[in-house]
């Protein structure tokens, strides 16, 4: 892979990388058509990182599908695919992390101690054996990628991280890998997501501001749905995920919520409309 990379920054051709986890979706292949407008070779990885998933959760059953991924990468324009195997990238004698501070404790990070290391760990390492020009991330996964911008720029990378809207199905489900744990009525329950966060953002266009109205919004929402259980609902300031009081910039309304065994997460992002003092554009 590196020496594939070096060759194309030799030609000083612009390289792109998407990392994935595969199981590959269309959030995935949005991506990849972002980064083919961008960038010529466009690179995609598949590895499933151990480090980033903790003991009690699914990493052995993490859906595995590299034969139709390596399809939908072909058929996507992708030039090459990089799907090391876990012993190529975390030898025996691994030893060196990489940790953001602050940010990787709250949210995500409180609900999955260390998940965070894991996954600033692999794309810091993703990001050295490709050095791309631009690697693109998905705003499903709103605190990685504010959490990965913030580690490109502190350890002065070279790659310049971009961050693309969320692609949904026809009832506002997110696409997620993990949508392939749910049961037909699961399913239709995980629609409550959506539902609850377009409950805010209607709030938000009739002029409420208070993050805690949001937040008893939402949790109404979601309380309707009994297969839901909501792991956390909050508004958080859009740089330092932390709580905010009212929504006067930009912000994240966050959902993690688990419809049976199924960890879903979304959000609503939210900025104020560039010389507008009170109106708010949504991002859905
Ligand atoms: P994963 O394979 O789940 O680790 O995801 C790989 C990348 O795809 C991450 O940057 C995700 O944020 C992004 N992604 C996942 N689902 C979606 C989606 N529904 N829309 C846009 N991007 C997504």
Redesign the pocket.
Known sequence: MKQMARQARAENRVIGLV????ALHE??T??IARAKRECSPVIASIFVNPKQFGPKEDFAKYPRTLESDTEKLIKNGVDALFAPEAPEIYPRDFATYVQVDGLSDRLEGRSRPGHFRGVTTVVMKLLQIVQPNFAY?????AQ?GRLIAQMARDLNLDSEIVV?????EADGL????RNAYLNQEERRAAAVLHRALSAAKKELEAGARDALHLQSVLQRMLSVERLAAVDYAEVVDAESFEPVVRVSRACYVLLAVFIGKARLIDNLYVEPRPNDSDELVFHL
Do not use: N
């Open positions: 990392p994935t986890m595969g959030g995935h949005s991506l991330f998905g705003r499903k996964d990685q693309c809207p969320i692609v949904r997110a696409l997620s890998s």
